[in-house]
């Protein structure tokens, strides 16, 4: 081991920022002992777990997203941070109400139940039944080729899946999520009366997934909602040699704006307190279930990042902040409240790393800044890669996160956490994602990744001195 350190060394002197950037048989050793601590002694599982189980979903102005605010708040206190506050943001209220009813009638009279959830800001049916024939399409484009005459009075069902043959599971999710997002607004101005849309996960299953959906100003709003992949490829099915009759309820309701807040916690740095290096997750979830992967997993990673650094006497030369942030699922108010308060004080974020895509096995970290500035910040961070790639890390170019994004004009580096994503969607947004669905041994190697990194970062910076 020592030999193989030994010669990572040599080869980063090699390197043109060196000897700025070169790590030691110091830093190895130090990122060790943060993988022997976190797995060791981690409490990130704990705390997720009164999270995701005895709070429970955490939508945003919801009385759940109260108690996890005061939670996190109390936490961060007892942890050891220098300050902890929290800070106001607005944000849209929206609630489920009862449960949604849907189901397809058959030609024969045959009624068949289908497993639905009422999507983000759907509006509902106001106590009755809304019933129509289904047309089927496979894209938004669709609506214009089929036109109003045909559309009218119908129910649209959006059956376009995640491409299966995507390696990486966010591609999928991205190429299918804008029926989900823009179908109701988009198929209204058709004269559609409601929209079901396919729910995104790559499993067959009977677990409907739901989201946010966003209706387009001066738009009819319509009601929306995620049906399981198992009904939508049945309904497909049985469209292929008859007509169906889609039948739907919900009460659904936009509830106005609210209250909420943001919780940080802050560590002066020692050497360069005006310099921000920012870890967070978001702490709201939908309310089907837990939030455990999306995105308590980011919250607790991004504590545990920070702790485990303190436990072992590592004291930072700049500033770190741990963010939990509020309504990134439902609006990105927390994300927003806190990049314009940021600008105001005319802050700079050295980086800032998000934890937004579930607590399995970490893979590595995406990169992403300001082009005039990528370069020089991109070739600095990935010198850390031969101490990184010991724990099967890499550092690739790409996305960060929702909440940092708007940090960007900052011109720091922006860092989304990226672990496997074979499994993420089989739980995303549905009533499976709770503490049960998370390995107690992949969300401490998570953590310890991030707090790895901070680590270098802090201790090497990245801009060329």
Request: hydrophobic share 35%; glycine share 10%.
């Amino acid at each position: 081991m020592l030999k193989k350190i030994t010669f990572l060394t040599v080869f980063m002197l090699t390197l043109p920022f060196s000897p700025i950037w070169s790590q030691s048989e110091q830093d190895a050793l130090f990122v060790k002992e943060i993988y022997n601590h976190t797995l060791s002694n981690g409490k990130c599982y704990n705390w997720l777990k009164i999270l995701s189980e005895d709070i429970g979903g955490r939508l945003a102005g919801s009385v759940e997203a109260e108690k996890a605010v005061d939670y996190t708040y109390d936490l961060m206190l007892s942890l050891g941070f220098d300050t902890v506050y929290m800070q106001s943001c607005e944000v849209k209220k929206w609630e489920r109400g009862t449960k949604e009813e849907v189901f397809v009638q058959r030609q024969n009279g045959e009624k068949i139940d289908i497993a639905s959830l009422a999507l983000g800001n759907s509006v509902g049916t106001n106590n009755e039944i809304y019933s129509g024939e289904i047309i089927e399409l496979l894209s938004l484009d669709s609506l214009e080729t089929y036109g109003e005459e045909r559309i009218r009075g119908k129910i649209i069902f959006f059956n376009r899946p995640m491409d299966p043959t995507q390696l990486r599971t966010f591609n999928a999710y991205g190429g299918a999520v804008d029926q989900r997002v823009y179908g109701a607004s988009r198929a209204a101005k058709y004269g559609a009366k409601a929209v079901l849309v396919r729910s995104l996960t790559t499993l067959v299953d009977d677990y409907p997934h739901t989201g946010v959906t966003v209706y387009e100003e001066n738009t009819i709003k319509i009601p929306a909602l995620a049906i399981s992949t198992k009904a939508a490829n049945q309904i497909s099915e049985i469209l292929e040699t008859e007509n169906l009759t889609a039948s739907i309820k919900t009460s659904s309701q936009n509830l106005g704006i609210g209250e909420s807040y943001n919780v940080i916690g802050e560590i002066k740095g020692t050497e360069y307190p005006e310099e921000i290096i920012l870890v967070g997750g978001h702490l709201d979830s939908w309310d089907v279930g837990g939030g455990a992967h999306d995105d308590g997993a980011g919250c607790v990673h991004s504590l545990q990042a920070i702790v485990s650094l303190l436990e072992l006497g590592f004291r930072p030369k700049h500033t770190f902040r741990c963010v939990m942030f509020m309504n990134e699922e439902n609006g990105l108010a927390g994300g927003l409240k806190y990049a314009e308060v940021s600008n105001g004080k005319n802050e700079f974020h050295l980086a800032a790393i998000e934890s937004d895509a579930g607590g399995f096995t970490p893979r590595g970290f995406s990169c992403d800044a300001e082009p005039d500035k990528f370069n020089i910040l991109y070739k600095a961070l990935t010198s850390f890669n031969p101490v990184l790639e010991a724990y099967d890390l890499r550092l690739v170019k790409g996305g960060s996160g929702a909440d940092i994004n708007p940090l960007k004009s900052q011109g720091g580096l922006l860092i989304g956490f990226r672990p496997d994503s074979q499994r993420y969607f089989d739980y995303h947004h549905s009533s499976k994602d709770r503490i049960d669905a998370v390995n107690e041994r992949e969300l401490k190697l998570g953590a310890a990744a991030i707090s790895s990194l901070i680590y270098l970062i802090d201790t090497y910076g990245l801009r060329k001195q």
